[in-house]
């Protein structure tokens, strides 16, 4: 049975930095890109940070880049998200994903091109 499970989610104040951590089980994922996307309270989920299956590319929304880093072990199965300096607008439930597809050579920031998800994290960011 696959299953994907988030953990580092929590409250932090503005300015602060937290560490996501999404481990795989059931099945290997290294030849699948990996994405994290966030849903924040009556808002549709949207894409943050996305990384290919080598771990060579990474992909950021406009609204996170240069203050998160995806990253990925794929020995260990697991996909992180740092963030740093975090802003209120970063609350949101926090969501790994796995692509459907073989080694996909571009990223998606669809959530319909992701086959398996986890069960979300919460991250609060207080002002």
């Known amino acids: 049975q696959v299953q994907l499970v988030e953990s580092g989610g929590g409250l932090v104040q503005a300015g602060g930095s937290l560490r996501l951590s999404c481990a795989a089980s059931g099945r290997s994922f290294s030849d699948y890109a990996m994405g994290w996307f966030r849903q924040a309270p009556g808002k549709e989920r949207e894409f943050a940070a996305g990384?290919?299956?080598?771990?060579?590319?990474?992909y950021y929304a406009d609204s996170v880049k240069g203050r998160f880093t995806i990253s990925r072990d794929n020995a260990k199965n697991t996909v992180y998200l740092q963030m740093n300096s975090m802003k209120p607008e970063d609350t949101a439930v926090y969501f790994c994903?796995?692509?459907?597809?073989?080694?996909?050579?571009?990223?998606?920031?669809?959530?319909?091109?992701?086959?398996?998800w986890g069960q979300g994290t919460q991250v609060t960011v207080s002002s």
């Open positions: 990384i290919s299956w080598s771990g060579s590319s990474t």
């Open positions: 994903a796995v692509s459907s597809v073989y080694r996909r050579s571009d990223y998606s920031l669809k959530v319909t091109d992701y086959a398996y």
